[in-house]
């Protein structure tokens, strides 16, 4: 991508191929040509001068544009380096998609530093050195100058992943019914959070607290949730083959794959509690509610356990959202709004400052009742929306655990 900045006062004549510039100078006027010489094409000011009466005058113009051209020819010719400019390459489709790509980021990233590099030099390296001969090296060019940002939820989906992602949000997933998360303290070991019911998983006998070893061979370590959850879904029939280890002990377990009804959200009453939840009456019930992501069911399913939860007698929640890595947006403003009467539950804004903000809309289920939220490292996206929002307006606490 070339940028061309002229002098105000500069002169230019367009050309075949290329543009001659004449730049006022305190010596005279200079020229600079790039690629072949221009062709001249006579502007009506330009006719009107040379028909005037003036013959000094129109001997005067042609003698300029004769000795233009050749200035123009003779440069091309011995390759001057400071008048010729390289050849332009053409871009490629593959290298506008990374374009695409690139500009997304420059737009919207609020750190504008781009974690602490040059945003603008490194689109140019890519540019030059990446291969993105086909749409696969392309998405590994975009994966890999998005990494350069260390931040864990700025992340490339290609077609097949916003496809899966999708699917999920409607309720359903193909797959063997885990939901996985990180050991807390490492960065490495991947454990079953929770087991679907009646799920592949659960027939097998896996439980909550069981690493996952390696998928279909392949190691853990160092897997993303995204990538673990790539590998665990697939077409419905097909197998995957976990090695997991449980109690000390270690074993091989071949799954297959089926239609997976996803429980977004799931709760129980828990009875008199210590204040340290926040203040109520002594004999004030604890309600706990788990929110494991966020789809379309999302909304619905919470609104009913908070509506039952309360009829029950309940005068304080537990909120638990860990492992949730979000899904829908508006589910996780409709889950605050459940909780919080009136106010600003998020603000979006990118770099230009705030761009939008969702307010509760005085339709709370129970906005006065104390809430402690539980979260860790895969609490994301829609789950700190909601987190966040109940911190600003609601009697709160968040436990990181």
């Given amino acids: 991508m070339h940028s061309e900045q002229r002098d105000p006062g500069a002169a230019s004549m367009p050309g075949r191929l290329g543009t001659c510039i004449a730049i006022p100078s305190a010596a005279g006027q200079q020229h600079a040509c790039s690629r072949s010489p221009p062709s001249y094409r006579a502007t009506p000011s330009d006719l009107t001068l040379i028909r005037g009466s003036d013959g000094n005058k129109f001997a005067g113009i042609l003698q300029h544009l004769l000795s233009l051209s050749a200035s123009c020819a003779l440069a091309a010719a011995i390759g001057l380096h400071s008048f010729a400019a390289p050849p332009a390459q053409a871009i490629t489709t593959e290298q506008l998609l990374f374009l695409e790509a690139w500009r997304a980021v420059d737009r919207a990233y609020v750190d504008k530093t781009f974690n602490n590099q040059s945003w603008f030099k490194l689109r140019e390296q890519y540019l030059k050195n990446e291969p993105m001969h086909d749409r696969n090296e392309t998405y590994t060019a975009i994966s890999k100058s998005i990494k350069t940002l260390n931040d864990p939820f700025t992340r490339l989906l290609e077609p097949s992943r916003y496809s899966a992602l999708k699917r999920g949000n409607q309720g359903s997933v193909i797959g063997v019914g885990l939901e996985v998360g990180f050991r807390e303290g490492t960065d490495s070991q991947l454990v079953v959070v929770t087991p679907a019911p009646g799920g592949p998983a659960e027939k097998a ?179 700190e929306v909601t987190t966040i929002g109940l911190t600003c307006h609601q009697s709160c606490l968040v436990w990181y655990c």
């Fill in 205 to 383: 006998g896996l439980k909550s607290g069981d690493v996952i070893v390696s998928i279909d061979g392949k190691p853990t370590n160092g897997l993303s949730l995204y990538d673990a959850g790539d590998m665990l879904q697939g077409a419905e029939g097909s197998q995957v083959t976990l090695d997991v280890a449980s109690d000390s002990q270690s074993s091989v377990l071949k799954l297959t794959r089926e239609r997976i009804a996803l429980k977004p959200v799931s709760f129980q009453m828990c009875g008199p509690v210590s204040d340290v939840v926040g203040p109520a009456a002594a004999s004030g019930k604890l309600a706990y509610v788990r929110v494991a992501t966020f789809n379309k069911q999302t909304t619905e399913s919470a609104k009913a356990a908070f509506r039952r939860l309360k009829a029950d007698g309940a005068s304080r929640y537990i909120l638990d959202v860990r492992n949730n890595g979000g899904g829908l947006f508006p589910a996780g403003v409709e889950l605050a709004r459940m909780l919080i009467e009136s106010g600003d539950i998020v603000l979006i804004a990118d770099s230009q400052g705030v761009m939008d903000s969702y307010e509760a809309t005085g339709t709370s289920i129970d906005s006065k009742a104390p809430v402690a939220v539980l979260v860790n490292k895969g609490t994301a996206s829609a789950s």
